[in-house]
Structures are given as structure tokens and as C-alpha cells.
């Protein structure tokens, strides 16, 4: 519980040291990775990202946004990416400034699966996924909304080389500076598509039951320790989240079978969404159930957590990290904050994406309002 002094409440559990592999988090405040649609046409990050980030450096870690391994997977203009020289060098300047400022951070690693377009993909391929499930809704094209278009089903042969685009973009964060990276499991993406009954209806060894609907997610896991270390790998998962028009309709079953496989694999640290309000059930407490290791809590697109409730969760031991969004974008300095009992400031969803330094590095922090 937290505690109460005059009118101050101390939320003092998000303020208890962490031991993460080999990082030492001063806090249990993670900012959650954040697309934000500011990197260059070619997907290379700046001065102005380096100043964002580093902005926000006392978080305890930083999961900086989603990133493409591989040019086929972008999802959106403006995504950065981690394939290339010019891309690894714009990072080393975030990680620098990030490092510089005292904080940690690591790098989430997305394949947007269907979720894109060929006019987004450079080159102009068409998006893949595990089958050819059209999702409903637009992709953001610089401006404009165009209805995502069927996806092409992902060959059997290819499938190897996108978990090979997944170790070498690992191998590449590390060398633009990063202290590890976070799969991207969530929120209606490649991996997700696969573990879905609904986006994932292959008939080969990677579609069908459960553990058969795991294996891309578990062997590319499996790949990606092995070429930086297990213990600098995350991942994220968002059991029946509902975005993306993503679905599942037996998440119950597959999760728990899912973590007991990537337990084996020794990752880093579990990082899992609450379950929307609707579900009847919380993949927060299914995860500490099932999940051995390091576990992040975020809580999901729906429900904005109270601090009360984040103290809460780690002083009860039910996560170990906290992650916030939308509260790291509007508050750079969120951690002083909730230490100090000031107030949060809201974000400007008409920001979040894309654009330049408005919305993005201009939030002021605290005593610095005006
Ligand atoms: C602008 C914006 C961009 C996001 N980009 C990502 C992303 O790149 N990867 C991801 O896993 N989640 C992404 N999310 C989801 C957030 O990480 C987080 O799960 C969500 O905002 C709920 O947490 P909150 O209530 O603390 O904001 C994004 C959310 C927002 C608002």
C-alpha cells in the first residue's frame, strides 16, 4: 500500500531498486514503447529522438518504440528501423544520450505482419502474415487513411528468414548501443497474428493447435537468445487485446502453454498487457502464475492504471516493473513527479503521431510550466 503524509501519498514500492540481468534500475518505472512516427523517410532517428528519449532517461527502463528489423515489416511512415548503417548509426545517438543522462534502454523489435501497406513497405511489397486475413480499418499513410489491403500467407520458406531478420535486427541494437531488446508480441502484429486462432489459420506446422500456433513466437525467441544472450531478450504479449482488429478466441489455453515454452528459452523478463475489462479474467495474474522470471505489467488501451493501483500491484509482488505510456509521453520527468506527489500532465493525442518537436520534446517538466 502506499503511504499517506500530510497530503502527500508516497508510492515508495515504484521507487525500490531492481536488478535486471545485468542492469541496475534505480526504480520500477518502465516507459512503454511508444510508436511516435518521427523517425526520417529512410527510418533513421535523429537529434531531436536522441533529445526525446534522453528526456526521459530517469525512467528505470526505457523500451524505446517499435522497430523494423527488416524493411518488409514496416508498418508505418515515419517508423524507425535497425537494418541498416545510416538506421544503426541514428540510434547510437538515442542510446548515447540515453546512457549519457544516466538510464537504460532497450529496443522493441516489431514486424507489423498484416498490418501495412505497399505503399508504407519500401519497395512496395505487399504486407505478409500467416494467412491471407484481411484486417478491418486503414493504415496511416503519410496524412491520409487507406483500407488495409488482404495480406499475402507468409511461405513456409520464408519464415526462416524473417526470424533471421528478427536475430540480426537484435544483433544490430546491441551495436547501435542498446542494453537488449523486447519481441513484439502484442497488439495485433506478426507474432501475434500467429499465436491468434483468428489471423492464424495455416495448415502446415506453424497453424492449427496451440503449441502449433506458438512456434514461430517460441523459435524466434529461441534465435534471438542465442545470438545476444537470453538475458538482454524480452517480450511483450497482449492476450485478447483487442487492436489491430486482432482477436483470440482461446487465449486462455494458448498463454500459459506458450510461457511454460519460453521459460526454457530463460528470457530476460515477460512483458504482458492486462486483459481488457471485458475478458472476465486478467493475463496479469495468468502470467505470474506461469511466468518464472522478471515481469512488466502495462495495463492496456482501454484503462488508464491510478498510481494507488501501480504501487499496489508491485507491493503485492503481482508484477516487478511497472510500464506507463501515455504518462512518459506528456511528463518527461515522470518519475520525479510521482515522487514529488506533482501533478501529471495529460497527453495530446493529436501529437502522438508524427509531426516534429510539438508534442514530442516540448513537454515541459516540473517548475518549468510556464
Ligand atoms: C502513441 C502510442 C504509441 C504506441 N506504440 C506502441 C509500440 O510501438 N509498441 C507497443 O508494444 N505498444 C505501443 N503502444 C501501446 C503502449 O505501449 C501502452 O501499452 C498503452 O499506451 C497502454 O499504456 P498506458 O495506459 O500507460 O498508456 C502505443 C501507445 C500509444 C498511445
Not at 514500492?13 to 542492469?23: A, I, K, N, S, T
Not at 515489416?73 to 543522462?101: F, M, N
Not at 502446415?204 to 545470438?227: H, I, M
Not at 511483450?236 to 478466441?249: A, F, G, H, K
Amino acid at each position: 500500500m502506499a503511504t499517506t503524509s500530510a497530503e502527500l501519498i508516497i508510492f515508495d514500492h515504484l521507487f525500490e531498486h531492481y536488478v535486471l540481468g545485468d542492469l541496475e534500475l534505480p526504480n520500477r518505472l518502465v516507459m512503454a514503447p511508444l510508436t511516435r512516427m518521427r523517425a526520417d523517410a529512410d527510418g533513421v532517428m535523429g537529434e531531436l529522438n536522441a533529445e526525446y528519449y534522453a528526456q526521459r532517461a530517469t525512467a528505470g527502463l526505457i523500451i524505446a518504440e517499435g522497430a523494423f528489423p527488416h524493411s518488409s515489416g514496416k508498418s508505418y511512415p515515419g517508423q524507425p528501423g535497425i537494418e541498416t548503417d545510416a538506421q544503426i548509426d541514428g540510434w547510437r545517438l538515442v542510446t548515447d544520450a540515453v546512457h549519457c543522462a544516466g538510464g537504460r534502454i532497450f529496443l522493441q523489435l516489431m514486424h507489423g505482419g498484416r498490418i501495412g501497406h505497399e505503399r508504407i513497405t519500401p519497395g512496395g511489397g505487399r504486407p505478409v502474415a500467416p494467412s491471407a486475413v484481411k484486417p478491418q480499418g486503414d493504415a496511416r499513410i503519410a496524412g491520409e487513411k487507406v483500407p488495409f489491403d488482404e495480406p499475402r500467407a507468409i511461405e513456409l520458406s520464408e519464415i526462416v528468414d524473417v526470424q533471421e531478420h528478427f536475430a540480426q535486427g537484435a544483433q544490430n541494437a546491441l551495436d547501435a548501443g542498446f542494453d537488449g531488446v523486447e519481441l513484439h508480441g502484442a497488439n495485433g502484429y506478426l507474432l501475434h497474428e500467429f499465436l491468434s486462432d483468428v489471423t492464424n489459420l495455416r495448415s502446415d506446422e506453424y497453424g492449427g493447435d496451440a503449441p502449433s500456433r506458438c512456434r514461430f513466437v517460441v523459435e524466434t525467441a529461441q534465435l534471438v537468445a542465442e545470438r545476444i544472450g537470453a538475458a538482454r531478450v524480452g517480450i511483450r504479449l497482449s492476450p485478447e487485446q483487442n487492436v489491430n482488429d486482432i482477436s483470440e478466441t482461446e487465449a486462455q489455453a494458448l498463454y500459459p502453454h506458450l510461457l511454460g515454452e519460453l521459460n526454457a528459452v530463460g528470457l530476460g523478463y515477460l512483458h504482458v498487457m492486462e486483459t481488457p475489462p471485458d475478458a472476465g479474467w486478467s493475463s496479469i495474474a495468468m502470467a505470474r502464475e506461469n511466468w518464472n522470471g522478471t515481469l512488466i505489467a502495462n495495463s492496456n488501451f482501454q484503462v488508464d492504471w491510478p498510481l494507488e493501483q501501480a504501487d499496489e500491484l508491485i507491493a503485492e509482488g503481482r508484477a516487478d516493473l511497472l510500464c506507463y505510456g501515455r504518462r512518459f509521453i506528456s511528463n518527461p520527468d515522470l518519475v520525479a513527479r510521482i515522487r514529488a506527489g506533482a501533478p501529471i500532465a495529460e497527453a495530446d493525442f493529436r501529437t502522438f503521431y508524427g509531426g516534429g518537436a510539438e508534442g514530442y520534446t516540448d513537454y515541459p517538466p516540473l517548475g518549468d510550466e510556464s
